[in-house]
């Protein structure tokens, strides 16, 4: 059994200025104010645009993200009904081969040390499902038979598109004290990323939450 901790990978994400042009075209399109485009009035105007909760505009904008993670936190996030997904399918991957080891690969609970006897127990438990699978595969049964032993900590490889207006509201629900741990524990970072690269359209949650992203540091494959 393999234990990894969770990651992001941003696939696919113009460059952060290309962006904002494109969304400031779209948006003085509504006003028929494209002749007060001139340099340097790309961030003012958006902030302006955001503030008078004029957002329909930044949908023009896909943001595409590799996540992985364990199997709770995907359920959760398919939830968000105006992203398209591509998932890992435990119907078809066979970990009993050797191109996965003949293993399966967990994530690493974020709120248990490995010394407490709570991780250790999740550890038995996690190897035992491993062991049930394995077996059931090599008494015939297909993956998508074997995989109802499965635990929700299997790590998941998934693919999310979606415009940056949604990519807003996932963060502002997924990044709340509310939210599981674990989903915190990658949609953080991954906030501090999309920031990071066009801040006008996420400062105000990362202001919100950037003195607790410390907390949540996890590996950006990028």
Same mark, same amino acid.
């Given at each position: 059994m393999k234990i990894i901790e969770p990651y992001f990978e941003v696939l696919h994400m113009a460059d952060g200025e290309e962006i904002c042009r494109h969304i400031e075209i779209a948006a003085r399109t509504c006003y028929k104010s494209e002749d007060k485009i001139t340099q340097g009035t790309t961030q003012k105007f958006l902030k302006t645009? *955001?503030?008078?909760?004029?957002?329909?505009?930044?949908?023009?904008?896909?943001?595409?993200?590799? *996540?992985?993670?364990?199997?709770?936190?995907?359920?959760?996030?398919?939830?968000?009904?105006?992203?398209?997904?591509?998932?890992?399918?435990?119907?078809?991957?066979?970990?009993?081969?050797? !191109?996965?080891?003949?293993?399966?690969?967990?994530?690493?609970?974020?709120?248990?040390? !490995?010394?407490?006897?709570?991780?250790?127990?999740?550890?038995?438990?996690?190897?035992?499902?491993?062991?049930?699978?394995?077996?059931?595969?090599?008494?015939?049964?297909?993956?998508?038979?074997?995989?109802?032993?499965?635990?929700?900590?299997?790590?998941?490889?998934i693919i999310i598109t979606a415009n940056i207006r949604e990519w807003m509201h996932i963060f502002n629900l997924r990044c709340s004290s509310a939210s599981h741990p674990q989903m915190r524990q990658i949609m953080l970072p991954l906030l501090k990323e999309f920031y990071l690269k066009i801040p006008v359209f996420f400062d105000d949650l990362y202001e919100k939450y950037k003195n607790i992203m410390e907390k949540f540091i996890i590996k950006n494959s990028n």
């Open positions: 645009l *955001l503030k008078r909760g004029h957002k329909s505009v930044v949908e023009h904008i896909s943001i595409s993200v590799r *996540l992985v993670c364990d199997r709770g936190v995907s359920h959760e996030i398919v939830r968000h009904r105006l992203c398209s997904f591509s998932q890992e399918s435990t119907r078809y991957a066979n970990y009993s081969r050797e !191109k996965f080891g003949r293993q399966i690969t967990v994530i690493k609970p974020f709120f248990w040390n !490995k010394n407490l006897e709570k991780y250790k127990e999740w550890e038995r438990a996690m190897l035992y499902c491993e062991k049930i699978y394995i077996s059931l595969i090599e008494k015939g049964a297909k993956p998508q038979e074997a995989r109802s032993v499965l635990p929700n900590s299997l790590k998941t490889d």
